[in-house]
């Protein structure tokens, strides 16, 4: 029997930082030169969200890479406007410590959104959702429920009524 949807999903890790100790290092290639290699059309959805990992470095450090992210997702839509780009927010996350607990990811946030302003890509808005949500506890990889709103929501961009 074959597929019922014609759906191929491609997933790639960003480039350092990581914390993965598990990863292979030939995947590994910053998100701007992967979006590079995009070809782009309509039935296409790109996906991005970076954050987590970068909540141990300097928010200069992020913008910077959120300003070539940016540059890349501009050329994908250049050569191919009808190409539909999504960004996740970060979510609250577990955590006290100020370099790595809500108060520098909901930094990093408000960096990706001022970088991402005005731009042709649709912003799911994880923050929100899990800072809204008072039955589960925060953490870095949210409930499974919280998971089924953000793909509801990211649904209704790539199949509207």
Same mark, same amino acid.
């Given at each position: 029997?074959?597929?019922?949807?014609?759906?191929?999903?491609?997933?790639?890790?960003?480039?350092?930082?990581?914390?993965?100790?598990?990863?292979?290092?030939?995947?590994?290639?910053?998100?701007?030169?992967?979006?590079?290699?995009?070809?782009?059309?309509?039935?296409?959805?790109?996906?991005?969200?970076?954050?987590?990992?970068?909540?141990?470095?300097?928010?200069?450090?992020?913008?910077?890479?959120?300003?070539?992210?940016?540059?890349?997702?501009?050329?994908?839509?250049?050569? @191919?406007?009808?190409?539909?780009?999504?960004?996740?927010?970060?979510?609250?996350?577990?955590?006290?410590?100020?370099?790595?607990?809500?108060?520098?990811?909901?930094?990093?946030?408000?960096?990706?959104?001022?970088?991402?302003?005005?731009?042709?890509?649709?912003?799911?808005?994880?923050?929100?959702?899990?800072?809204?949500?008072?039955?589960?506890?925060?953490?870095?990889?949210?409930?499974?429920?919280?998971?089924?709103?953000?793909?509801?929501?990211?649904? @209704?961009?790539?199949?509207?009524?």
């Amino acid at each position: 029997m074959g597929p019922v949807h014609n759906i191929t999903v491609n997933h790639r890790m960003h480039g350092p930082p990581y914390r993965c100790l598990w990863t292979r290092t030939f995947l590994i290639k910053y998100v701007a030169n992967a979006i590079d290699e995009i070809k782009g059309g309509p039935n296409d959805v790109v996906g991005i969200t970076i954050w987590a990992h970068f909540t141990s470095y300097p928010v200069e450090v992020y913008r910077k890479r959120m300003e070539a992210v940016r540059a890349a997702i501009e050329r994908l839509l250049h050569r @191919s406007p009808e190409t539909l780009v999504v960004i996740k927010s970060a979510n609250t996350r577990e955590g006290g410590v100020i370099n790595a607990g809500d108060w520098h990811a909901y930094r990093l946030d408000r960096v990706m959104r001022e970088v991402f302003h005005g731009m042709k890509v649709v912003l799911v808005d994880a923050w929100e959702m899990t800072n809204a949500q008072h039955w589960h506890g925060d953490a870095i990889h949210p409930a499974e429920d919280i998971i089924v709103q953000e793909l509801e929501f990211l649904c @209704s961009f790539v199949c509207p009524l």
